[in-house]
């Protein structure tokens, strides 16, 4: 009994509070979080003296790591990922690692690295060593994964990058059978975003053990991101993904078209840095599930130009196929259309003198017979291209001044009507442009 009430003497050190400073209002430390991180993020390069910072107070301390040090990690080598395992994941879990949002691994672990076969132009097989020293082998990079998986319950993207034609994840341990699976496994997890970059001058095949060790610790993927992939055979993964990504990817058309599980709810598609026709055919993939529903194409992709101009003629019937909104195109109400040159087809200085005659059937391999088609979609976006934009004014198109270089982020909603009257927009749907800030310039909705 005595021991216990010595707990409420004066003089007991064991329950002393500490001493809070009061600082002056225009001292460092009494400005606001928004004021002090962008004071210290001047500081971001300086990684000495960042550190420095951080260890004068306990405040400083906990905002610099939080949102500076650990909030974005990047690992270029091996040893790198090496020395933080040690630091953060073995043994006790630090308390960091919950402050990391975004990781990215860099020519991440294959399973033979410590002495590998490099095969040159196909045919030459030259030894490697440089990977020998201070490095984690490959199933401690594994097992540096898991940990780092399991406890990192902030992040919000995961990147390998520079990923070699040898990577790959273990078999997905969930269909082992094990009476020793973590509790982990069962846990539902969402990953905001993955993003999937082959080495530079591959195209790899994409496979379940690319995919195998996320799906062990997340039920679904918000964005998927995959670079430089050939997809030729189905993937068979238990997840959702909601959104993909495909930069530079092709699509095998020599085997019959059969559906990706993986792909089985995905209701986004966006194709980038299309070079061929077989790569549009990544559309028909997706939209087998018969839930794709918004389209992304960035039209600066080299497939849609000839000898530098657009070629209508070409790809007028792919763009008459979108907006037909039948069979497998019937799902997709949003289409997005980026880089888009609306103001190099759409001159209005002449429009206005161009007489045609009534019994010669108009021509459909131009700018107006491709807007007409892709109009039918319910929802259209169009985000114009990032150079500085000027158009033309005529007085006889209806504008009230004569100019030959406005800037399109000064039109008004009546002189965008008078730039559009020539188009055949659906009236009936709605139209989004937007600059390439994603500043919306002009906006029609069928409610208006």
């Known amino acids: 009994m005595r021991k216990y009430q010595l707990i409420g003497r004066k003089g007991g050190r064991s329950f002393t509070k500490k001493k809070q400073i009061q600082y002056d209002l225009l001292h460092l430390h009494s400005l606001p979080l928004e004021i002090l991180l962008r004071i210290f993020n001047n500081l971001q390069e300086d990684f000495n003296s960042l550190l420095s910072l951080a260890l004068t107070c306990h405040k400083f301390y906990i905002l610099i790591c939080k949102n500076l040090l650990y909030k974005s990690i990047e690992f270029k080598t091996p040893g790198k990922f090496l020395k933080f395992s040690n630091q953060h994941l073995n043994q006790e879990v630090s308390n960091k690692i919950n402050y990391i949002e975004t990781i990215n691994f860099i020519n991440p672990q294959i399973p033979k690295s410590s002495k590998h076969k490099?095969?040159?132009?196909?045919?030459?097989?030259?030894?490697?060593?440089?990977?020998?020293?201070?490095?984690?082998?490959?199933?401690?990079?594994?097992?540096?994964?898991?940990?780092?998986?399991?406890?990192?319950?902030?992040?919000?993207?995961?990147?390998?990058?520079?990923?070699?034609?040898?990577?790959?994840?273990?078999?997905?341990?969930?269909?082992?059978?094990?009476?020793?699976?973590?509790?982990?496994?069962?846990?539902?997890?969402?990953?905001?975003?993955?993003?999937?970059?082959?080495?530079?001058?591959?195209?790899?095949?994409?496979?379940?053990?690319?995919?195998?060790?996320?799906?062990?610790?997340?039920?679904?993927?918000?964005?998927?991101?995959?670079?430089?992939?050939?997809?030729?055979?189905?993937?068979?993964?238990?997840?959702?993904?909601?959104?993909?990504?495909?930069?530079?990817?092709?699509?095998?058309?020599?085997?019959?078209?059969?559906?990706?599980?993986?792909?089985?709810?995905?209701?986004?598609?966006?194709?980038?840095?299309?070079?061929?026709?077989?790569?549009?055919?990544?559309?028909?993939?997706?939209?087998?599930?018969?839930?794709?529903?918004?389209?992304?194409?960035?039209?600066?992709?080299?497939?849609?130009?000839?000898?530098?101009?657009?070629?209508?003629?070409?790809?007028?019937?792919?763009?008459?196929?979108?907006?037909?909104?039948?069979?497998?195109?019937?799902?997709?109400?949003?289409?997005?259309?980026?880089?888009?040159?609306?103001?190099?087809?759409?001159?209005?200085?002449?429009?206005?003198?161009?007489?045609?005659?009534?019994?010669?059937?108009?021509?459909?391999?131009?700018?107006?017979?491709?807007?007409?088609?892709i109009s039918h979609i319910p929802n259209l976006t169009l985000i114009l291209k990032k150079t500085p934009i000027k158009v033309k004014t005529c007085v006889k198109c209806g504008f009230k001044e004569q100019d030959l270089d406005k800037k399109i982020e000064s039109l008004t909603n009546e002189e965008w009507e008078i730039f559009l009257k020539p188009l055949e927009f659906q009236k009936d749907n709605n139209l989004k442009i937007l600059n390439h800030d994603l500043n919306c310039l002009y906006s029609v909705s069928k409610s208006t």
């Not at 993986?262 to 790569?279: G, H, M, P, R």
């Not at 039948?326 to 003198?353: A, M, P, R």
């Open 118 to 373: 490099i095969t040159i132009a196909g045919s030459y097989a030259v030894e490697s060593n440089d990977q020998t020293v201070n490095t984690l082998s490959y199933s401690g990079f594994i097992s540096s994964l898991k940990s780092l998986f399991t406890q990192a319950y902030g992040l919000r993207c995961l990147e390998f990058s520079e990923i070699a034609p040898e990577f790959a994840f273990p078999i997905d341990s969930k269909s082992s059978g094990s009476i020793w699976r973590r509790k982990v496994f069962s846990a539902k997890r969402t990953l905001p975003k993955l993003v999937l970059k082959s080495q530079s001058g591959w195209s790899i095949p994409l496979r379940n053990i690319h995919l195998s060790l996320i799906c062990e610790y997340f039920d679904e993927i918000k964005e998927l991101h995959l670079v430089n992939f050939i997809i030729d055979q189905p993937i068979d993964l238990n997840i959702k993904i909601d959104y993909v990504l495909f930069e530079s990817c092709s699509y095998s058309t020599k085997k019959s078209k059969v559906p990706c599980t993986i792909f089985k709810d995905t209701t986004s598609l966006k194709l980038k840095n299309v070079t061929n026709v077989a790569q549009l055919s990544l559309i028909d993939l997706v939209k087998m599930n018969n839930k794709l529903n918004k389209l992304t194409l960035n039209l600066k992709s080299p497939v849609f130009y000839t000898n530098g101009e657009f070629n209508f003629t070409k790809y007028n019937p792919f763009f008459k196929l979108l907006g037909s909104q039948e069979g497998g195109y019937s799902t997709i109400t949003t289409l997005v259309l980026k880089e888009f040159d609306l103001f190099d087809y759409l001159q209005h200085d002449d429009v206005h003198s161009q007489d045609v005659d009534s019994w010669v059937e108009p021509p459909t391999n131009n700018f107006e017979t491709f807007i007409t088609y």
